[in-house]
């Protein structure tokens, strides 16, 4: 068992990640899922139209159990009843940390098509 690599304290870090949390939480729980391979629309409309507290308790439990990190059901409840843009911003930092998917899914052209 490992240990998270940004506690919940740590939402801070990363900038962007903290600002996403706090002004467009409903989004960044969307990207979240996508990243984690849930269904992000189904999420974002939890998250729009009862409550964020679901998908964070859900998401947070995947991430914990995939990368084996201590913890129990409870304390992601009780996170993400009591810290949810916290949470929002502990899972992004933590899959940015251990590397899963780009932040944004974008993709360089290298060559133009000739006409």
């Given at each position: 068992m490992t240990y998270w690599e940004h506690p919940i304290d740590d939402c801070c870090f990363d900038m962007g990640n903290c600002m996403m949390g706090l002004c467009c939480c409903c989004v960044q729980i969307y990207t979240n899922a996508k990243r984690l391979g849930e269904?992000?629309?189904?999420?974002?409309?939890?998250?729009?139209?009862?409550?964020?507290?679901?998908?964070?308790?859900?998401?947070?439990?995947?991430?914990?159990?995939i990368h084996g990190i201590r913890g129990s059901d409870c304390?992601?409840?009780?996170?993400?009843?009591?810290?949810?843009?916290?949470?929002?911003?502990?899972?992004?930092?933590e899959l940015d940390a251990r590397g899963r998917q780009s932040k944004y899914n974008a993709q360089v052209i290298v060559d133009q098509p000739k006409y």
């Open positions: 269904n992000g629309c189904c999420c974002l409309i939890l998250s729009c139209l009862l409550t964020p507290l679901i998908p964070n308790f859900m998401l947070r439990k995947k991430i914990r159990t304390e992601d409840f009780l996170c993400a009843c009591c810290f949810g843009c916290c949470v929002s911003c502990q899972i992004a930092n």
